[in-house]
């Protein structure tokens, strides 16, 4: 443990005091069915590290293909089971696909937290997909809009809608009254500006809301919310968080009880993953999922950054089931041109969501073990070989 770390734990083991019968990972799960607001919050404090910079707001997810890994990550769910990712609404469909005891989103920009802080107040205050997205949006609901609407059904009907000023006023003091006076989290002055400005943009742009990165080309097709929600897998299947109610209330009720928490870290770091590693450890909990988008193609660019990350994974509860979920672009990668996140190099993409724009790509589910005996046989030197040791 470094000196880093020792606060963190600290904190950890201050929170374990506060539940019930903390076990191994070899019993049974002791984790409450609820986590109350003081021990969430805690740790979405003592987990976080300082917060750092990305080069875009990253409001909505980029990966069209999710629809086509969940159902492996469904498989691979158990009565112990916890999932870590990273980034916005994606964590969601992964979340109903894989019904966990606990979920941790783990970002290095301290926005994303605030991001999730609001669409956790956002499914508290909505028992429906169609308030969840009238709330989203600042839009009215369309009466015709009911348990069976499909995706399509919701997000044609609030692309049609007309934002509402007085309806975006109600529900940011709705939102900032659940959060600050019935949770009593103490938000500050800056994250309140934050939870605004998100806020904000999800009212300006609506269902055509879309990932945008500044200083990026211009033309390229990123996938709006509605492109997203409404994916469909390989057979046509529906597959996100809003497919249907049932799924829905998955990630409803997981939020309802405090079980998704917002943590700020670096997947490289010495504090976020170590702290919620050793909690998860102490509930008798394992990490069956970790979505990981893209983000080891940016560690791997600086070789510290791959081995400490790799470190961190191999520390966390895991087992024969436990994956980790990658995203691959076509013509993405570290090195040459073309490639719109700082390099090009281009991996091949195949199988499915491989087809249609250069941003389209796949989504694989590699299983952890295999990747850290590749990692300690020193068979992972970039990105391109992650890439191409899972088929």
């Not at 916005?88 to 994303?112: C, G, H, M």
Request: hydrophobic fraction near 40%; glycine fraction near 10%; aromatic fraction near 8%.
């Amino acid at each position: 443990m470094t000196r880093r770390h020792a606060p963190a734990l600290a904190g950890i083991i201050l929170l374990l005091l506060l539940l019930p019968d903390s076990g191994t990972a070899n019993r049974r799960p002791t984790l409450p069915d609820r986590l109350d607001d003081a021990a969430f919050w805690r740790l979405l404090t003592e987990c976080s590290e300082p917060g750092g910079t990305f080069r875009s707001d990253n409001l909505v997810s980029n990966e069209r293909a999710f629809p086509a890994v969940l159902p492996e990550v469904a498989r691979r769910g158990s009565p112990a089971s916890a999932y870590i990712g990273v980034g916005p609404e994606q964590n969601f469909s992964y979340l109903a696909a894989l019904k966990p005891r606990i979920a941790f989103i783990v970002d290095i920009r301290r926005q994303n937290a605030v991001l999730h802080l609001l669409y956790k107040a956002i499914f508290e205050l909505s028992p429906t997909r169609a308030e969840f997205l009238s709330r989203l949006f600042s839009r009215p609901r369309a009466r015709h809009l009911g348990p069976n609407s499909t995706p399509r059904d919701l997000m044609q009907a609030f692309a049609i809608g007309t934002p509402s000023r007085d309806l975006f006023e109600a529900n940011t003091e709705d939102i900032r009254a659940l959060l600050t006076k019935t949770h009593h989290w103490p938000l500050g002055s800056a994250d309140l500006a934050g939870l605004s400005h998100v806020y904000e943009a999800f009212y300006e742009q609506g269902p055509e809301i879309k990932y945008a990165m500044r200083s990026f080309r211009r033309g390229v097709p990123f996938p709006s919310l509605a492109e997203l929600m409404t994916a469909t897998d390989g057979q046509g299947v529906f597959r996100s968080f809003l497919a249907t109610e049932n799924a829905y209330n998955v990630v409803r009720d997981l939020q309802a009880r405090n079980l998704i928490v917002p943590i700020v870290g670096d997947f490289s770091g010495e504090r976020a993953l170590a702290t919620v590693g050793a909690f998860l450890r102490s509930q008798g909990l394992v990490v069956t999922a970790f979505y990981a988008s893209n983000v080891e193609m940016y560690l791997l660019r600086n070789d510290d950054g791959g081995r400490t990350f790799y470190r961190n994974l191999s520390a966390l509860p895991i087992n024969g089931q436990s994956v980790l979920v990658r995203s691959v672009f076509r013509g993405v990668g570290p090195g040459g041109p073309g490639g719109p996140f700082g390099g090009g190099g281009g991996y091949p993409v195949t199988g499915p969501g491989a087809a249609g724009t250069g941003l389209d790509g796949r989504l694989q589910a590699d299983p952890i073990s295999g990747l850290l005996a590749a990692v300690q046989r020193g068979e992972i030197a970039s990105y391109a070989d992650l890439v191409a040791r899972v088929k």
